[in-house]
């Protein structure tokens, strides 16, 4: 914890303790922590009495940059019950529209963008495609097909996928993703695959087809 900022709970006075406990296992660490009450302020919007998790012990946090997660799934994911910002913030009429959006960039000076309430114009180009999930209840969608150089390599018939920002991994059936590993010629090395840096700007892009509409990712985006 010496390299994060903590959350000084004695310092609030509108802090509320709950006995609610939780556990979670994530991609790459565990926690566990107890959920709480307080004034969350993102920005300039200001959530009154929200609910969320405050870390007590964690695992495989050492060395992140980041100080917490914040959880946007729907409400009837909640592991306590309790209501995740975005949907506070909506219910409070904090926000014009019931929108949130990301911009992801690589680029460390330049940073990342969340926003509430709309689409900030100046981080896209062209027309945003809106794409329907399968289900009100998880941000699930259905998917066309996977391709590569104009060959269909997995999803043929059609899948289901989950948008998920809070992995920088792309994950699949390990026969599927094997077959993507030999196509862009990635070598074995235990549990994981290597390319070449020189290479990596070569790589085919692999296409990812939703709603009728091709979703190029370049080699530079897939390879970590």
Known sequence: CSTHVRFRHLQS???????KTFRITYGSGRMKGVVVHDTVRIGNLVSTDQPFGLSVEE???EGRIYDGVLGLNYPNLSFSGAIPIFDKLKNQGAISEPVFAFYLSKDEREGSVVMFGGVD??????ELNWV????????????D???????????SDGCKALVDTGTSDIVGPRRLVNNIHRLIGAIPRGSEHYVPCSEVNTLPSIVFTINGINYPVPGRAYIL
């Not at 006075?13 to 006995?19: C, E, M, Q």
């Not at 114009?121 to 062209?126: D, L, Q, V």
């Not at 329907?132 to 998917?143: E, N, T």
């Open 121 to 126: 114009h100046r981080y896209y180009e062209g």
């Open 132 to 143: 329907p999930l399968i289900q009100a209840g998880d941000w699930s969608v259905h998917m």
């Open 145 to 155: 097909r996977i391709s590569i150089e104009r060959k269909i390599i997995a999803c």
């Open 13 to 19: 006075s509108t802090f509320r303790l709950t006995n």
């Open 59 to 61: 695992y495989g946090f």
